[in-house]
């Protein structure tokens, strides 16, 4: 079993930043692809980026390409999405979820644990 945290999320004007952190508990977290997915008002939850459980590789949407930034801290089970450059489109409530042995590419479906989630506000 894991539990996932996420905290960070807040109100930014456009153009500004913000980092969410997703803190993992329970064992290996290591082995966990992890994702991170957003969902606006009246819109389905979608893919933002995920980092490898292996290699450190990521994937991302090409709405947030260039401007998010994913990492992870296997020693404090931990994941970050770094938000640069931030447009109120941006503005939604960001979940994390984990994948035990996944891939980048995995749909949501595949996913075994989710966050609560945060809200992130852009204004113009």
């Known amino acids: 079993q894991v539990q996932l945290v996420e905290s960070g999320g807040g109100l930014v004007q456009s153009g500004g930043s913000l980092r969410l952190s997703c803190a993992a508990s329970?064992?290996?977290?290591?082995?966990?692809?992890m994702g991170w997915f957003r969902q606006a008002p009246g819109k389905e939850r979608s893919f933002v980026g995920a980092i490898s459980w292996i290699g450190g590789g990521t994937a991302y949407a090409d709405s947030v390409k260039g401007r998010f930034i994913i990492s992870r801290d296997n020693v404090q089970n931990t994941a970050y999405l770094q938000m640069n450059r931030l447009k109120p489109e941006d503005t939604a409530v960001y979940y994390c979820?984990?994948?035990?042995?996944?891939?980048?590419?995995?749909?949501?479906?595949?996913?075994?644990?989710w966050g609560q989630g945060t809200q992130v506000t852009v204004s113009s």
């Open positions: 979820a984990a994948g035990l042995y996944g891939s980048i590419s995995q749909p949501q479906a595949s996913y075994n644990y």
């Open positions: 329970g064992r290996a977290f290591s082995n966990y692809v």
